[in-house]
């Protein structure tokens, strides 16, 4: 089959970079013809002016990766990691959105080593809109894929960075029963003190997915954590009777 090597993965391109500057270099063009000024202003205030817009919805910046990927042989590990990294490297948010949903839909592409460049993104120009969908979708799979990375995860929960932080109590999030349930209530007891918004969210987030799994579970851990803060217990109970 043309674009794929042995044993069904994607062939690796002959230049990378190249091939990766090529498939920005499309979702660019489209991306560009559908901004929409009117709308950037509102979407630029949702993010505390933080990042610059096209104004581009994200259903269509979705759309847009679909369609530019749509009859083009599977991407290969490093022209995924090339694309990503030029996505990352433009300015308006709609590129790193591109990026995201690219990188979801090829998780399973991924290799191992491609968790330091989900470092590099998650690290840079971070807010919650990116780093969530890295997260769960990207690291959550790397990790899933090559259980070794769970040391990483570790590494993260316990370092200084609030964004990786976030990322480990995180990366369990679509597990359901294969949740390493002793690992994300270990991460959530070491971060309960934490005095930042997003990592009291995120416990709460991952206690309440949690939840759907193993109800009791959650409902001992939060009556056995009296230092949780009120928003993560709040979160964590949202859908517990």
Known sequence: MAGAARGGGPAPAADPRAAGLALTGALAARLTAAADPARAPAMRAYLREQFPFLGVPAPQVQATVRAVLAGSPR????????????????????????????????????????????????VTKSWWDTVDTLAAHVVGALVARHPHLVRVMD??????????????LLHQLTYKAGTDAERLLRYCAELAPHPDFFIRKAIGWALREHAKTDPAAVREFVAAQPGLSGLSRREALKHLS
């Open 155 to 168: 590494a993260w929960a316990a370092g200084d960075e609030l964004w990786l932080a976030r990322t480990a």
């Open 75 to 122: 991407p290969d590990a490093a022209t995924l990691r090339e694309a990503a990294l030029d996505c990352w490297a433009r300015d308006e948010r709609e590129f790193q959105y591109a990026a995201c949903v690219l990188l979801r839909r090829h998780a399973r592409t991924l290799d191992a080593g491609f968790l330091d460049t989900a470092r590099h993104l998650i």
